[in-house]
């Protein structure tokens, strides 16, 4: 089955820095998610990502595809405290073989 | 346009008693899952229905864990009888089709103390 892992864990960064977070699959990625999770609340579908070598930006925020299709990245412009929370990955086939990775808790210093 | 919506947002309660979670996916999504998220595993796939049927059940835990859904706009998730262990987030989700993007909504926390 595909494993997602996701570094860093967790990223404290100062409000105004650029940040990177990354994804890495154990397969072939067809269809790779980004969600971002505030404390409280559900998970908000950010983007999602199929082709190699694809970008896609939605604000401040890019996220990437490599040509492998093994590893995606997430990076924040310029962050703000609400960009704070916990970013997770998701992928793989449906119901039990869609995964996701075990996020990446971001909080930004104001 | 609303989104999945859970109820309760919390709810806290002793051991032993029942349990039930309520959700009402995006019209139109024929697709509904179930997902837990605590802290030691991270979000795990409970169950998920298709077009009302359950497909999957074998993410749920015990036979303690039930889920029905009697029609395309409704869905419980039952705990009975609950336990301290079953405290956690509990989430609905929804999607349009296979491959397609899961929505999720904002989860029902769960305490059982």
């Known amino acids: 089955s595909q494993e997602l892992e996701q570094s860093p864990q967790s990223l404290i960064v100062q409000e105004g820095k650029n940040l990177t977070i990354n994804c890495t699959s154990s397969?072939?990625?067809?269809?790779l998610y980004w969600y971002k999770q505030k404390y409280g609340e559900g998970l908000i579908f950010l983007m999602m990502?199929?082709?190699?070598?694809e970008e896609k930006s939605h604000e401040k925020i890019t996220a990437k595809l490599d040509e492998k299709k093994q590893q995606s990245s997430l990076h924040i412009t310029a962050s703000q405290p609400s960009h704070a929370g916990i970013y997770l990955c998701?992928?793989?086939?449906?119901?039990?073989?869609?995964?996701f990775g075990p996020g990446t808790r971001l909080s930004v210093l104001p | 346009d609303a989104g999945v919506i859970q109820s309760p947002r919390h709810e806290v309660t002793e051991m032993g008693q029942e349990v039930t979670l309520r959700c009402k996916p995006i019209?139109?999504?024929?697709?509904l899952f179930w997902y837990r998220q605590t802290m030691m595993r991270g979000l795990e796939l409970l169950i998920y229905?298709?077009?009302?049927?359950?497909?999957?059940d074998s993410g749920m835990p015990e036979d303690r864990f039930s889920a029905k859904m009697p029609n395309a706009s409704f869905s419980t998730l039952k705990i009975q009888p609950s336990e301290p262990r079953d405290s956690a987030v509990y989430f609905c989700?929804?999607?349009f089709g296979t491959g397609n993007t899961i929505y999720f909504g904002e989860g029902s926390w769960l305490t059982v103390v």
């Open positions: 989700a929804s999607s």
């Open positions: 397969k072939t990625l067809y269809g």
């Open positions: 990502l199929q082709k190699g070598g």
């Open positions: 998701g992928a793989g086939g449906y119901g039990q073989n869609f995964v």
């Open positions: 019209s139109g999504h024929d697709y």
């Open positions: 229905f298709n077009n009302n049927v359950p497909i999957d």
